[in-house]
Nanobody, 126 residues
Framework: QVQVAESGGGLVQAGGSLRLSCTAS????????MGWFRQAPGKERELVSC????????QYGDSVKDRFTISRDNAKNTMVLQMDNLGPGETAMYFC???????????????????WGQGTQVTVSS
């Protein structure tokens, strides 16, 4: 069983930054494709970003490109999402997700991920 845990959410003013972290255990971390998704009340879950097992391939949702950066440190079993210039519309629960994938790509669809964390709340005030 893979255990996934997020940390780093909180309250930030519009234009500010937050750094989310995710750890996963139960399988070799470098066998795992990782992703961040978010869901606001009444809205569908959407991709924020994903990263391949080696970190060589990354994908971003259109609304976060050039503001968010995803990275991973396989030696520390940790993935990080740096979020800059946050807007009030980005208030949501942010979820870390993972799946075993030995290919050099990551998945943009939430349906591909088999393991999820409990989520961490990000609130952006105007």
């Amino acid at each position: 069983q893979v255990q996934v845990a997020e940390s780093g959410g909180g309250l930030v003013q519009a234009g500010g930054s937050l750094r989310l972290s995710c750890t996963a255990s139960g399988l070799p971390f470098d066998d795992l494709t990782m992703g961040w998704f978010r869901q606001a009340p009444g809205k569908e879950r959407e991709l924020v970003s994903c990263i391949s097992r080696s970190g060589s391939n990354t994908q971003y949702g259109d609304s976060v490109k050039d503001r968010f950066t995803i990275s991973r440190d396989n030696a520390k079993n940790t993935m990080v999402l740096q979020m800059d210039n946050l807007g009030p519309g980005e208030t949501a629960m942010y979820f870390c997700a993972t799946v075993k994938n030995l290919g050099p790509w990551c998945y943009k669809s939430s349906l591909e991920y088999g393991y999820w964390g409990q989520g961490t709340q990000v609130t952006v005030s105007s």
